[in-house]
């Protein structure tokens, strides 16, 4: 039989354990009746371990649902497993075992590294989870605003502070669904920077008209015409890309959805080829030799994505065509902002790839265009003087130090 003892408004509970030793945990100044309940399931955790009974069902949920620091202390006593998971390493580990296993793309798994670099950096890994408040929350978003670093060293934008504690409140979120923790530390956070739209940049077709006219027929050439004109994810979703996929007869082409492939629903959505891209799609389909099953060559899928980014720099550089922030990215935002003016936007993201709540939250711009539409008359707005002929960009001498 276990008994309840207080003094001075002190709970404890007390019991002789198997062994016969008398064993003590301390409650402190809890609700005698949350105390006496708790008593009374300890009777039965002491029964069921001296006489290797099962937990009858109300005794098993209530130790699924009991707050973790109660259930530590009973398994110091040896009345209860564990817990699986204890400290943010472990929790970190768990979290990206999980979306190995449910088949999230590469990137995704990047950021899952980045913010364990950063959780055990500030907290380190051994931290028990129940040791984080919510004002360490708080503390780690300030650290990643002050000491937060991109891999060139500067500091980390808004908005990837805004994705990393958001991503460290679901791991959080987990552990609470999971009875790991009792409170998520996480949760009060507000304050979110969910977009930076300076760094959204409408790509104007004059521009890319310029890239056209100084590029070769070839992979970066179509890629180009692709994520303009089409809205693709550069180069994720151009290396699967086969000729089986393409629809001449009804103009359609096959895209596999990198970023959400693992949903069967989603794995693939069927794009129209607009009268701009058809072109340049024809130009590759000429040049591909007999029996290609890929459109994109074994070499060109080989690429990394770095390199795709630098080629299309070095093109930007070749048309003395200034850079925008996100080169690749910012081609796909104009298409879907195009395309918004035109059709349902139920549509257009069956075709881009992605929620309205994103199109609307990360892609769609505001343009001069839709500034004239409005008023009724041309609309002179500030732009940027672009670079004489005989002159390169100012960004070439970045450019040339960084390689190919």
């Known amino acids: ?11 404890q509970v007390q019991w002789t354990a198997t062994s016969g030793k008398r064993e003590t945990i301390y409650l402190g100044k809890t609700p005698k009746r949350w105390a006496e309940e708790f008593r009374r399931r300890l009777e039965r955790l002491v029964d069921a371990k001296a006489f290797g009974e099962p937990l009858d069902r109300a005794t098993a949920r209530w130790l699924a649902e ?19 998971v204890s400290t943010i390493g472990e929790l970190l580990q768990h979290q990206r ?26 907290f380190d890994a051994d ?22 670093s991109r891999p060139d060293g500067g500091p980390l934008a808004e908005t990837t502070v805004t994705n990393r504690c958001k991503h460290a409140k679901s791991m959080f979120k987990v552990a609470v669904r999971k009875h790991w923790i009792h409170e998520n530390p996480f949760e009060a956070m507000v304050g979110w920077e969910d977009a930076n739209p300076d760094r959204r940049y409408f790509v104007e ?45 009804q103009q359609m082409i096959t895209v596999l959805d990198w970023k959400r492939k693992r949903y069967p629903s989603k794995r693939y959505r ?14 590759a389909w000429e040049a591909a030799p007999e029996g290609a099953e890929f459109i994109f060559s074994e070499h060109d899928r080989k690429i990394t994505n770095a390199a795709w ?59 001069k265009e839709h500034l004239a539409r409005a008023t009724g008359r041309p609309l002179a707005l500030p732009a940027e003087d672009p670079p004489s002929a005989g002159d390169p960009p100012a960004d070439s001498a970045r450019l040339q130090n960084r390689g190919s």
Not at 1 to 11: F, N, P
Not at 224 to 237: D, I, N, P, Q, T
Not at 328 to 333: A, H, V
Not at 349 to 367: D, E
């Open 66 to 84: 009991l707050n973790p620091k109660w259930r530590a202390k009973l398994a110091d006593k040896g009345l209860s497993d564990p817990l699986p």
């Open 127 to 148: 931290r028990p989870l129940l040791a984080v408040s919510e004002n360490d929350a708080e503390e780690f978003r300030n650290w990643l605003r002050k000491c937060g």
């Open 309 to 367: 980014y630098n080629r299309l720099e070095k093109l930007c550089l070749r048309a003395k065509v200034h850079t925008w922030e996100r080169l690749w990215q910012n081609l796909r935002s104009t298409r879907e902002t195009e395309l918004l003016d035109q059709y349902p936007i139920h549509v257009v993201t069956s075709w881009i790839g992605n929620s309205p709540k994103v199109a609307i939250r990360n892609y769609g711009q505001v343009t």
């Open 270 to 283: 069927h794009v129209p080829i607009f009268p701009e891209l058809l072109p340049y799609l024809e130009e």
């Open 1 to 11: 039989m276990a008994s309840l003892a207080t003094k001075s408004g002190v709970h």
């Open 205 to 249: 077709r004059e521009t890319v008209d310029r890239l056209f006219a100084v590029s070769r027929p070839g992979a970066l050439r179509l890629g180009l015409a692709m994520a303009r004109y089409l809205g693709v994810r550069v180069a994720s979703e151009l290396r699967p890309l086969k000729w089986e996929w393409v629809d001449w007869d």
């Open 97 to 122: 075992a999980a979306a190995v296993s449910r088949g999230v793309v590469e990137s995704t798994l990047t950021k899952y590294d980045d913010i364990k670099a950063n959780l055990c950096e500030f």
